[in-house]
């Protein structure tokens, strides 16, 4: 069993977020009352209290301070338990022989996440119910799996929220794989191995991409309010369902094959890519697909022991493989031929070499993964940035 974290955007409404920084705030007064307390203990000669013994002085607390009724009762014993999880941090650093402090006093913006244990809230059909707050709209742009063990709700610093959801999943290793390999994803939904391998997506999913496209244009030429504007509105959303399951479809298979055949996936990063400012790049509507893809490496990467990390993709296409020279190249070149050391090979071909060497120079430093929990958390909303078509994002938003 290994333990997971899924993290998903949230979008709670205004009445919703007053309410989150209002638990927020209690906990932040609940916890500082707690550590208080339990210096006052360690002075005393009476020790640091335990977890339990923290937990027991909340109900005297609520009678002194009957907001904190507001703060579902296990997201406050979760606030006793950090309480004592910081002294015991702090002695298990102490014992390996680390630097270590104790416990310090929350400041105002130092207090930014709740966790549910197990209990006080519901995840169903793209909605989270919390308790004391209410239901929430979840960007789930993939399952949950195993058994969840916990559910934090956090504030970045940007002012957004976030769930994240703690489960313990079985692993399934995979034996007798390749050690790595590169990952190109191409125009036209054409994914690109390193070792020569072409996967085009099925001419279905074209098709239902195409079908998305004039369904969207013709919704847009409809007046508002009327009936057949909503009939055409049907439309698009039926039509974006089933972009979406085809997608997905070709995400988990391409996804599967490679994960079979290999331990390490490197693969391009989206988010440099979107930077990199590539109109006709970004604007195709293949972007969301590779982001389904990207998740779907992801996720099975690490179900069976192994790794997909993301390498900055600038220049993969117009760098050859062979000797490292650049040969520039329009789109519509298939082939690379490189005037220098001679190699001949698909462009794509060539673009996932380069990937897969990117990938090996940054080897096994585990700070040049993205960590899954933050890649898969930006990944929709940028998807639905950079996609010219605003139902894209919906289709994503909507799970
Ligand atoms: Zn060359």
């Excluded at 960590?371 to 919906?394: F, K, L, N, Y």
Aim: glycine share 8%; net charge positive.
């Amino acid at each position: 069993m290994i333990r997971l974290s899924y993290k998903y955007r949230l979008k709670p409404s205004t009445e919703q977020v007053a309410a989150l920084e209002k638990q927020l705030r209690l906990c932040r007064w609940a916890y500082n009352a707690l550590l208080e307390h339990s210096f006052s203990e360690r002075r005393a000669g009476r020790g640091t209290p335990t977890h339990n013994a923290l937990t027991y002085l909340l109900p005297e607390m609520k009678a002194m301070k009957p907001e904190l009724n507001n703060v579902f009762s296990q997201v406050l014993q979760n606030v006793a338990k950090r309480v004592r999880s910081g002294f015991e941090s702090y002695w298990a650093r102490k014992r390996a022989g680390l630097k270590a402090h104790l416990p310090r006093f929350r400041g105002e913006d130092r207090y930014d996440s709740l966790t549910y244990p197990q209990l006080g809230f519901r995840l169903k059909d793209g909605v989270l119910c919390l308790s004391k707050i209410g239901d929430m709209r979840i960007v789930q742009h993939r399952p949950v799996e195993g058994q969840v063990k916990t559910l934090t709700v956090t504030r970045s610093r940007a002012g957004k929220w976030y769930a994240v959801f703690s489960c313990e999943v079985e692993v399934k290793p995979i034996q007798n794989r390749l050690p790595a390999v590169g990952v190109d994803l191409g125009l036209n939904s054409l994914v690109a191995l390193s070792d020569g391998t072409l996967i085009e997506a099925p001419r279905s999913y074209r098709g239902a991409e195409e079908r998305l496209g004039r369904a969207q244009r013709c919704l847009s030429r409809k007046t508002r309010g009327s009936r057949n504007r909503e009939k055409a509105r049907r439309r698009v959303a039926s039509a974006c369902e089933r972009v979406a399951n085809r997608r997905r479809d070709f995400a988990y298979k391409t996804a599967r094959m490679i994960v079979n055949r290999y331990e390490r996936v490197y693969v391009e990063d989206l988010n440099v890519q979107g930077m990199m400012g590539n109109r006709r790049l970004s604007k195709s509507l293949g972007d969301a697909g590779w982001g389904m893809l990207r998740n779907a490496l992801t996720y099975m990467a690490e179900r069976s022991e192994g790794v997909t990390a993301f390498v900055n993709p600038r220049g993969t296409s117009q760098t050859c493989s062979g000797c490292g020279a650049y040969v520039e190249k329009d789109l519509s070149v298939r082939v690379h031929r490189c005037p220098w050391c001679g190699l001949t090979i698909d462009r794509d071909v060539n673009a996932a070499l380069n990937v897969l060497k990117r990938g090996l120079e940054i080897g096994l430093e585990r700070a040049e993964y993205t960590p899954v929990g933050e890649v898969t958390a930006t990944q929709p909303s940028e998807v639905g940035q950079v996609a010219s078509v605003s139902q894209e994002a919906h289709l994503f938003r909507g799970g």
